[in-house]
Each structure stands twice: as C-alpha cells, then as structure tokens.
C-alpha cells in the first residue's frame, strides 16, 4: 500500500484496507464503519421505519459470530465501570428516584404492574416446570441464615432473654435450646437440662412475655407429659379465677398507672430513663390490696423492672408459680 492513499469515501483519512471487490480504499475494516459514511446513512435513515423482516436480520447480525465483538473481552476504564455501577444503583439519570406513576402516569403504571403480574403466573414464569437445584454449600448457607440468633432475641426481646435461660445446642451448629419448665423433668433448669423448641413454642412464649395481650404463659415443655403433670400447667384455671376477682377495676389501675408516671416525670427511678411500667413494692399477686396505692410504686423502664425489680423473691417464675389463697 502507497504511504500517500487516502479513503476513497470521503473523510480524507489514511486508508488502511483495500476491498478487492469495489476496489477502493478505506480507513476502516468495513465501509459502512467509515466516519464519512456514518453521517450520511444517519441523515438517510433519520425517520425511516424498518420492517418486521428488516429488524429480525439486524438483531441476527449482533448475535454469536456475526457480532463484531463476538470472542473478544470488552475492556472498561474505572471511570466507566463507576457511571455504570452508579447508574444501576439509581444514584444518576433523569428518573432518580421517581416511581412508575411519576415517570409514565397512573394507567401504564397500572398496565405495566398487571403485565409484571402476569408474566410471574403459570407457563408465563421463565422458571415454571423447572426444579431449581442448588449445591451443598448453597443449602447451608440458606438454611443457617434462617436459623434464629440468640444475640439477635436478647436485643429485640430483652423481657424474654432475661427469664428464659438460652444456649446453642453443642451437637448442632446454630440450634437453640431451653430449658423445660417441668422441675420433675431431666430437661429442667433443676436437673441441668436442656432441649430444642420448636419455632412455634418459641414464637408463643415470647407473645406471652412481650405483647400487650400476653399473660406470661407459654411455657416451655420438651413433651405432652411434662405439659399435663406441671402443677403450674394444671393450676392455670384457678389463677385466671383469681385474676377475675381483683379487688380492683382496670380502670382504676390504669389510673394510678397514669398518676404515677406523671408524678415520676415518666423517668425510670432506677437509671433516668425513659419509663414505660410502673413497678410495685408490694407484688400484687401476693398483696392485691395494695395495687392501687401510690406511695409502693413507681416509674421504671423494662430493662430495670425485669432487672431490678423483679428479682430473686420477687422474680417473674416464682410469683408466677405461687398459688395464692
């Protein structure tokens, strides 16, 4: 090739390639790759609609082989790499934070949602028919992440991690374990022994500790036997009788309760926090009679009432586990 030859296309570049077909020189491998001609079949097809036919064999030109970067590895400055990863991370673009209705209106949202539902229905499903199958590694993984952790229930349910005693099983990697409230049983807190619950027996013993509807019941039992024979479990009935004939109303009580908070500036006695209960010197399991009387109670938060509070003699089990006559 003559050092001196330019593109016979027209950008007065230095040609590179000589097609032997049209005999002309170019500056580019193909002649549609040709700056020159790039503008003009741009000005030429600006508006122009292309068939059905047309578009099939455009998109088949892009595929395997016949796409121009078929076999090579695309290589990206980290300038790059950091627009792209912004950009799927929705941090740019003029739709930054906006929701279907804000960008296509309230009916195509509508009919896209519909559409997206769809396509996850039936035959429609990409994964319909098809049995996922994952290795070894991927199934532990699953299953010890939706295994329970013990520092995860002492922080959202300090109230249940301070009466119930917890450990890992030392058999099974990430299992919990309790202790059976039965004294009699070899599973017992008495007896040093320990068993694993089940997700339902320890979701319903922390309802009964946490929520407003509890009655610190749920009870842990390893078995139906220890269940039916623990005097606690058998004396329930008498205890709810009791609690119905309270000399008191509980409109009266949520009145002292509001007293003595607002007496107490709703800080705890104990540390100055924020108090949610009011604690009572006299147990008013024991002394019901003086429930109502301001001078035996004050504020407290959760953590000191069930810390401080409620403790040894005074402790949640065993006020729970007295029968009162």
Same mark, same amino acid.
């Given at each position: +090739?003559?050092?001196?030859?330019?593109?016979?296309?027209?950008?007065?570049? /230095? @040609?590179?390639?000589?097609?032997?077909?049209?005999?002309?020189?170019? $500056?580019? /491998?193909?002649?549609?790759?040709?700056?020159?001609? *790039?503008? /003009?079949?741009?000005?030429?097809?600006?508006? =122009?609609?292309?068939?059905?036919?047309?578009?099939?064999?455009?998109?088949?030109?892009?595929?395997?082989?016949?796409?121009?970067?078929?076999?090579?590895?695309?290589?990206?400055?980290?300038?790059?790499?950091?627009?792209? &990863?912004?950009? #799927?991370?929705?941090?740019?673009?003029?739709?930054?934070?906006?929701?279907?209705?804000?960008?296509?209106?309230?009916?195509? @949202?509508?009919?896209?949602?519909?559409?997206? &539902?769809?396509?996850?229905?039936?035959?429609?499903?990409?994964?319909?028919?098809?049995?996922?199958?994952?290795?070894?590694?991927?199934?532990?993984? +699953?299953?010890?992440?939706?295994?329970?952790? *013990?520092?995860?229930?002492?922080?959202?349910?300090?109230?249940?991690?301070?009466?119930?005693?917890?450990?890992?099983?030392?058999?099974?990697?990430?299992?919990?374990?309790? %202790?059976?409230?039965? %004294?009699? $049983?070899?599973?017992?807190?008495?007896?040093?022994?320990?068993?694993?619950?089940?997700?339902?027996?320890?979701?319903?013993?922390? =309802?009964?500790?946490?929520?407003?509807?509890?009655?610190?019941?749920? %009870?842990?039992?390893?078995?139906?036997?220890?269940?039916?024979? $623990?005097?606690?479990?058998?004396?329930?009935? #008498?205890?709810?009788?009791?609690?119905?004939?309270?000399?008191?109303?509980?409109?009266?009580?949520?009145?002292?309760?509001?007293?003595?908070?607002? =007496?107490?500036?709703? /800080?705890?006695?104990?540390?100055?926090?924020?108090?949610?209960?009011?604690?009572?010197?006299?147990?008013?399991?024991?002394?019901?009679?003086?429930?109502?009387?301001?001078?035996? @109670?004050?504020?407290?938060?959760?953590?000191?009432?069930?810390?401080?509070? #409620?403790?040894?003699? $005074?402790?949640?089990?065993?006020? @729970?586990?007295? *029968?009162?006559?």
């Amino acid at each position: +090739m003559d050092k001196g030859v330019l593109c016979e296309y027209g950008c007065g570049r /230095k @040609a590179l390639y000589y097609f032997k077909y049209s005999k002309n020189w170019c $500056c580019s /491998k193909s002649h549609n790759q040709c700056p020159t001609l *790039i503008e /003009k079949n741009k000005k030429l097809n600006k508006g =122009r609609v292309f068939s059905n036919e047309t578009k099939r064999k455009m998109s088949e030109t892009r595929r395997g082989k016949n796409n121009s970067m078929y076999g090579k590895k695309r290589v990206m400055s980290e300038e790059s790499r950091k627009k792209m &990863s912004e950009s #799927h991370k929705g941090k740019t673009g003029p739709n930054k934070g906006k929701t279907w209705e804000e960008m296509y209106g309230e009916e195509k @949202a509508k009919e896209m949602r519909k559409k997206l &539902s769809q396509r996850s229905k039936g035959s429609s499903n990409p994964m319909y028919g098809k049995k996922r199958v994952f290795s070894k590694q991927t199934r532990k993984r +699953m299953s010890e992440g939706s295994m329970l952790k *013990i520092h995860i229930l002492e922080e959202r349910y300090p109230l249940f991690s301070k009466i119930e005693e917890l450990r890992y099983n030392p058999d099974v990697k990430g299992e919990i374990q309790v %202790h059976c409230k039965n %004294h009699n $049983c070899p599973n017992s807190k008495e007896q040093g022994g320990w068993f694993t619950p089940t997700k339902i027996q320890l979701s319903e013993r922390i =309802r009964q500790l946490e929520k407003p509807d509890g009655n610190y019941g749920g %009870h842990f039992y390893c078995c139906e036997e220890c269940k039916n024979s $623990c005097p606690l479990f058998n004396n329930r009935e #008498h205890l709810r009788k009791e609690e119905s004939e309270k000399p008191y109303t509980n409109e009266e009580y949520q009145m002292l309760r509001e007293y003595v908070l607002e =007496r107490d500036k709703n /800080k705890c006695q104990y540390c100055d926090k924020k108090a949610e209960h009011v604690h009572h010197e006299r147990p008013q399991k024991l002394e019901p009679f003086f429930s109502l009387d301001p001078d035996l @109670a004050w504020s407290v938060c959760q953590e000191c009432h069930y810390g401080k509070g #409620h403790i040894d003699e $005074c402790s949640t089990g065993n006020l @729970a586990s007295k *029968i009162c006559k």
